[in-house]
């Protein structure tokens, strides 16, 4: 598995992501905020082939917001999601990053796992706008 860091104004590797049909079950987005002052990503590669999408977005270099994704449910639940998210919390140490945080939905339990596993701790629940019930989870560096 390798991490590869996006080109933000070439993302036609974004196609394959984009036809990933059950997406919209467990994201809000697939595109992290491209105007973010602190902007880490990359692509997540398996196999030769571009599998899903890992980044870190922040208005500081002081706090940032994990996505990340795996597009092919063939390459789920084998700890490819748990090393890229791994490595960019190394990363996110080295940058001098003192907070993560995420939202994950409530139903995603598979995601909840794995965020446990990386020391991600619950702080709430809410509704988000477009009425998904989430949970917003930190880790402290």
Request: with cysteine; hydrophobic share 35%.
């Amino acid at each position: 598995m390798r991490l590869i860091p996006v080109d933000k104004e070439n993302r036609s590797a974004y196609k394959v992501f984009e036809q990933a049909k059950d997406l919209p079950t467990y994201l809000s987005r697939i595109y992290p905020n491209l105007e973010a002052s602190y902007l880490k990503w990359m692509y997540i590669e398996e196999d030769g082939n571009y599998i899903g999408s890992v980044w870190l977005e922040g208005q500081d270099t002081r706090r940032a917001k994990l996505g990340i994704f795996i597009a092919d449910p063939a390459y789920r639940d084998k700890g490819i999601g748990k090393y890229a998210i791994q490595k960019m919390i190394s990363l996110a140490k080295s940058d001098g990053i003192d907070i993560i945080t995420l939202n994950v939905r409530v139903g995603n339990l598979r995601a909840r796992k794995v965020y446990d596993s990386c020391g991600f701790k619950e702080r709430k629940r809410f509704k988000k706008e477009n009425g998904i019930d989430v949970f917003y989870m930190e880790l402290e560096l």
